[in-house]
């Protein structure tokens, strides 16, 4: 997945840590895990430094966060032998009429596209496309690298927000030529697209995502509470 070195974000390095616990570690047989402050003493880290941590593992899909119910461990995708993440191509380009639409911006806005491919065992399981627009960007002085750490702590550092809230539209359609290239699947083959959309505190969309997922790799399992 992503680097483990000590020049790594120090979030990426906690996610690590939480990651080994929850896989071979003290957190290997539980199904919730202990709460922010408790993982934050244990691991001798800020509770904003954990929860940031957990933020990648939700979106790298290990972990999900319910409010009430704590951090839910999904086992099915720990149980992946390899996972590796993949930067396809970070480039900039003009964003699209959807985008337009969804981000607020004007026509002929900028945003930047980061292409991602996860695979599990080898096998081609994720396609993923982020979008956030370049005028967010109020810190400058970014580096291409920057943009292969997650892509909440580029948008904190360098733009200055995060990602409070996100809603995701599912719904499946078939590989496009492109597509089905990188996932190494026959054009025309159904996969399931997640078009997520991340809120800030201010309500205003600061990050888009298109996913592709394949599917008999990973299980998508929705719990429906009635309040």
Known sequence: ???????????????????????????????????????????????????????????????????????IVNRHVLSVTTRIDLYLDIRECTADADLVRVMELDEGDEVIRIDRLVCADGI????????LAKKLIVNKSYRKEDLQCPVFDFLRKFCGTDVYMDLTEMHAVNADKTLARWMQIPEGTAVLHLNERGYNLSGKVVLCSREFYRENILNHTILRIKI
């Open 1 to 71: 997945m992503y680097e483990t070195q000590q020049t790594a974000p120090l979030s990426v390095q906690i996610m690590h840590r939480i990651l080994h616990e929850m896989q071979s570690g003290a957190y290997r047989h539980m199904t919730r895990l202990p709460s922010e402050v408790e993982i934050a003493e244990s691991l001798g880290v800020s509770r904003t430094a954990v929860r940031d941590s957990l933020s990648i593992l939700e979106r790298e899909g290990f972990v999900t966060r319910k409010h009430g119910l704590g951090t």
């Open 124 to 131: 081609p399981t994720i396609y993923c496309e982020d979008y």
